[in-house]
């Protein structure tokens, strides 16, 4: 049981990191690289669609890391899963002071109603962005070394 747990936490949380790399080095250049305001458009539907699935994405991959932590105490590893943890907890406290709030702002901005600093504030949540997916990647490397 332990060992499916494990397949299945370190699945969820690499699919997780996928998502967010190539929301970084995928998707933010191919959005930025359109004409006129296609980008800031696809930027705040981005944030609307990734915005309502990566909250509980986020916490679910938590959960099941803890209920790997737990499981999987006397085992082997077990001080790797801790420490994923402790960067998913970090992530998520990044996300809640650092990227939320521009997203929420972000989402419901248009051509007619953004601000006029829209590109600085897009740019600081891509900075912010890059820091987050570096800690879930140490955070899913620390996962699969636990495998082993």
């Known amino acids: 049981m332990l060992s ?3 397949v299945i936490t370190t ?3 690499g699919v997780m990191v996928g998502v967010e790399f ?4 995928v998707m933010n250049p191919i959005l930025n690289a359109l004409p006129e305001d296609s980008g ?3 930027h705040a539907h981005g944030g609307r669609m990734l915005g309502a699935v990566m909250p509980f994405w986020y916490i679910g991959s938590l959960v099941l890391v803890a209920v790997w932590a737990v499981a999987g105490r006397h085992h082997h590893g077990t001080g790797l899963v801790v420490t994923a943890g402790a960067l998913l907890i970090l992530s998520v406290i990044m996300s ?3 990227l939320v709030p521009i997203n929420n702002r972000n989402k419901t901005w248009t ?3 953004r601000p ?3 590109k600085e504030q897009v740019n600081r949540w891509v900075r912010y962005h890059y820091v987050r997916v570096a800690v879930i990647i140490a955070a899913f490397t620390l ?4 495998l082993v």
Do not use: C, M, R, T
């Not at 190539?22 to 080095?25: R, T, W």
């Not at 996962?143 to 636990?146: G, I, K, Q, S």
């Open 116 to 118: 006029a600093d829209w």
């Open 11 to 13: 699945v969820v949380v």
């Open 111 to 113: 051509p007619h109603n």
């Open 4 to 6: 499916a747990l494990e």
């Open 40 to 42: 800031q458009l696809g």
């Open 96 to 98: 809640l002071l650092l």
């Open 143 to 146: 996962l699969v070394a636990a």
């Open 22 to 25: 190539s929301v970084a080095f």
